[in-house]
């Protein structure tokens, strides 16, 4: 099973950028697709990004399209998520969650490991 270490995070103004890191271990990174989520309080989880790390594939929520980019960096065994041009409502603890690849399921779909979370705080 996969184990992630995230890292990142913090308190930016608005309009700023942070980018956080997901580092996987423990299996083969490239049989993996590795989704963004976050969750403010109050609200349900909303998925962010989603990136196939064999073919780096990638989709992205509307709410952050243009804003946010997820990469990976196989050699590394990290997926990144770049945000730029950040909003208050921004503001959520973020997570990062490896999903097996699997016939049944498409990217970022079915069965995840997960990180432990950071927080993104944006001030107005």
């Known amino acids: 099973e996969v184990q992630l270490v995230q890292s990142g995070g913090g308190l930016v103004q608005a309009g700023g950028s942070l980018r956080l890191s997901c580092a996987a271990s423990?299996?083969?990174?490239?049989?993996?697709?590795i989704g963004w989520f976050r969750q403010a309080p109050g609200k349900e989880r909303e998925r962010v990004s989603c990136?196939?790390?064999?073919?780096?594939?990638?989709s992205y929520a509307d709410s952050v399209k243009g804003r946010f980019t997820t990469s990976s960096v196989n050699a590394k065994n990290t997926v990144y998520l770049q945000m730029d041009s950040l909003k208050p409502e921004d503001t959520a603890i973020y997570y990062c969650?490896?999903?097996?690849?699997?016939?049944?399921?498409?990217?970022?779909?079915?069965?995840?490991?997960w990180g432990r979370g950071t927080q993104v705080i944006v001030s107005s």
């Open positions: 990136i196939g790390v064999s073919d780096g594939s990638t």
């Open positions: 423990g299996s083969t990174f490239d049989d993996y697709s």
């Open positions: 969650a490896a999903y097996p690849k699997s016939p049944n399921w498409p990217l970022c779909g079915g069965f995840a490991s």
